[in-house]
């Protein structure tokens, strides 16, 4: 598929999904979320892609917010639907994903933005970047999952205080929270964001999957976390990866895992 919004790059078993509105600071207008929502599904879906990266065009932002405009004339019906479609569309459709999402942060990081790359599975960012939700500003709150997944990244204090003050945070105070796990100078944020996702593509795909599920378990209302890590831990015994695992560290040589 052609996207207007979106750039897609192959590179091996990495996909780059690039958001390509450079001149809006990439901010996600409604078209940008449905293209993102089919670019997720085609990579989930897609044999020959490993894991993604998701980052935004040019220097001066991962995602600056929503497009605000597109606010404008929505009542209560509207606004609750906005978000409850963009939060399994999008968010949801990311944040459970069966392969490793990695969100490169290159700039501002901001409201839907910042939610975005908590829908990731693991964020790093540039020295440049900052991040927060400024979204009281407006009169609103965070209607992407944004006062979940802050809560469950760097604890319900802080995540109040980001919330109700709206104060953007460095990169530097982002990795010291732990919403992001590592800190790179600009011009080396995409080399380090790949290097990540090789090492985690050389392990087991249908392990990896495993694993996501299961720590996604254990922030689920209703669902027991120990009881979907054994589950998915058994299930791990019927697969050829879990055989060809064994014999390569008998044999003491690599494994070369098919996702089978």
Do not use: W
């Amino acid at each position: 598929m052609e996207f207007q919004n979106l750039l897609i790059e192959n590179k091996e078993r990495i996909q780059y999904i690039i958001i390509n509105r450079e001149s809006k600071l990439n901010a996600l207008n409604k078209d940008t979320l449905a293209e993102l929502h089919t670019a997720f599904f085609e990579a989930f879906n897609n044999p020959d892609v490993g894991g993604i990266i998701i980052t935004g065009a040019g220097t001066k932002a991962f995602v600056a917010g929503a497009d605000i405009s597109e606010f404008a004339s929505l009542d209560v019906a509207a606004g609750t639907a906005l978000a409850r479609e963009g939060q399994k569309e999008v968010f949801d459709l990311i944040a459970n994903g069966n392969k490793p999402v990695i969100a490169a942060i290159n700039g501002f990081a901001l409201g839907g933005g910042l939610e975005l790359a908590m829908a990731c599975h693991i964020r790093i960012a540039s020295e440049t970047a900052k991040m927060g939700l400024p979204e009281v500003t407006l009169g609103l709150i965070p209607g992407y999952g944004g006062t979940q997944r802050l809560a469950q990244l760097i604890g319900k204090s802080k995540a109040l205080q980001m919330i109700l003050t709206a104060d953007m945070i460095t990169a530097v105070e982002a990795q010291q929270f732990g919403l992001v796990t590592h800190v790179a100078c600009p011009e080396d944020l995409l080399i380090e964001a790949e290097g990540l996702l090789q090492k985690i593509l050389s392990r087991a795909p249908l392990a990896l999957a495993a694993a996501i599920h299961a720590v996604n378990a254990g922030f689920t209302d209703g669902v027991n976390g120990y009881e979907t890590e054994i589950a998915e831990f058994g299930k791990c015994f019927g697969t050829q990866d879990f055989q060809e695992g064994v014999a390569a560290f008998l044999a003491k040589r690599k494994a070369d895992f098919k996702g089978e």
